[in-house]
């Protein structure tokens, strides 16, 4: 093992003359200043706008909402529905001029139930060259609406439209409108079926 080399005198003369003039980093007396002035404030960012466009704040000309925004009734979205048969055939079927050639009573079955039977019905009613026929769903009943999503009333009221523009009837279908009262009103439909 290495034996420690001592200073020779004028090292140490040295040494003592640099311990005099150096100051301790961490002295144990020694505390940090804490500033009690808050920071200074940032400066305002300048703001440049460019020519082209005139400042504006994000929705000021928003029309204000009034109300909720609610999905439109079954009636409305099958009368906004454009006519896709015969005008004047059509004028004739909603005022209840036209006879169905068959009709389905879906009423009493649940989704589960209605929606093969729907499929088989349109589909033997287009082979066998039926035009016209009426689907009876129901009014549907008014249920106790406890939870805090609204429910609506009639679930086959509301899904049968939507199962006639699917696959596989959507080809089938040409028109769906709302029966005439004679026919059973806002519980049924008339669906105006493709030729083959």
Do not use: C
């Amino acid at each position: 093992m290495a034996r420690r080399r001592h200073l020779r005198p004028e090292e140490e003369e040295i040494w003592h003359a640099v311990a005099r003039t150096a100051k301790p980093m961490h002295a144990p007396t020694m505390q940090r200043r804490i500033e009690t002035q808050p920071p200074e404030p940032l400066p305002e960012p300048v703001k440049q706008y460019s020519p082209m466009f005139q400042p504006f704040r994000l929705g000021e000309k928003a029309k204000p909402r009034s109300g909720h925004d609610l999905a439109p009734s079954i009636r409305d979205s099958l009368s906004q529905a454009p006519v896709q048969m015969d005008a004047k055939a059509f004028g004739k079927m909603t005022r209840g001029k036209l006879s169905p050639e068959a009709r389905i009573d879906l009423h009493g079955m649940t989704l589960a139930e209605a929606h093969p039977e729907l499929i088989r019905f349109i589909l033997n009613a287009q082979s066998d060259g039926l035009r016209l026929v009426l689907v009876i769903t129901g009014k549907g009943k008014r249920r106790d609406d406890t939870g805090p999503i609204p429910q609506r009333m009639g679930a086959l009221r509301h899904q049968v439209p939507q199962w006639l523009r699917m696959a596989p009837l959507g080809p089938a279908v040409l028109q769906v409108a709302e029966a005439h009262l004679k026919h059973g009103g806002s519980g049924a439909y008339y669906v105006y079926l493709r030729r083959r």
